[in-house]
């Protein structure tokens, strides 16, 4: 247990639509961070959130955006949604200090049909 | 541009034989790298860091070396178990703290 919650686990949406996944981050941790990871491939890095601001951004369209809430939960919305987007989105939090374990929660499956 | 290898294949292991995992990465200068397994349909989990200054880790039945002149690291797992069947994932820290950019990872299959 990581104590990094994701919601919903598993969706299907319909092409153009937009979603919204949630994160709870671990206890005390003041950073979280996106990824995206498509079947097959490694995780790849979408943002990260730092006390509520957008700290690094990776080679993601603007139409995924995010938010971190005062208690450090966040989410991330994407808009337009396209069939490549379908993959297993990954939340990863952690306290903001270099090499400090980052957890990782369980993820949600997004399916884009 | 950045780039971390990892062997593409699967790595087929009897239990009890040592497995080794490869990455390998291109312009990056780490302060530190990390492993993480991950199991199907499941995040990714943390398993070891070592620091660039270190050139091996141990943490009970898994060791890590870095190479940063290789610029190489090796997973071992030793006396493998059916349990360690999963893949593992290498990562960097790219241009920013926390920013993340992992190897696309290896499947181990440990078999009895």
């Known amino acids: 247990e990581t104590g990094v919650t994701q919601s919903p686990t598993h969706l299907i949406k319909t092409r153009g639509q937009q979603v919204t996944l949630r994160c709870s981050s671990q206890?005390?941790?003041?950073?979280v961070s996106w990824y995206q990871q498509a079947l097959g491939q490694g995780p790849q890095f979408i943002f990260q959130?730092?006390?509520?601001?957008?700290?690094g951004r990776g080679n993601f369209p603007p139409r995924f955006s995010g938010l971190q809430f005062p208690n450090y939960s966040s989410e991330l919305n994407v808009n337009a949604l396209e069939l490549d987007d379908s993959a297993l989105y990954l939340c990863?939090?952690?306290?903001?200090?270099?090499?400090?374990?980052?957890?990782f929660g369980e993820g949600s499956w997004l399916t884009v049909v | 541009s950045q780039k971390i290898e990892q062997n593409s294949e699967a790595l087929n292991i009897q239990e009890g034989k040592t497995a080794t995992l490869t990455c390998n990465y291109t312009?990056?200068?780490?302060?530190?790298l990390q492993w993480y397994r991950q199991d199907p349909g499941r995040g990714p989990v943390f398993l070891l860091l070592?620091?660039?200054?270190?050139k091996e880790k141990r943490k009970e039945r898994l060791k890590v070396t870095f190479d940063t002149t290789l610029k190489q690291s090796l997973f071992h797992i030793t006396a493998s178990q059916p349990a360690d069947s999963a893949t593992y994932l290498c990562?960097?820290?790219?241009?920013?703290?926390?920013?993340?950019?992992f190897g696309a990872g290896t499947q181990v299959v440990v078999t009895p």
């Open positions: 990863a939090s952690s306290f903001r200090s270099s090499g400090n374990t980052i957890y």
């Open positions: 206890s005390g941790h003041n950073t």
């Open positions: 959130y730092y006390r509520e601001e957008e700290n």
């Open positions: 312009n990056y200068s780490p302060a530190y």
């Open positions: 070592i620091r660039e200054n270190e």
């Open positions: 990562a960097l820290e790219s241009d920013s703290w926390g920013k993340l950019q």
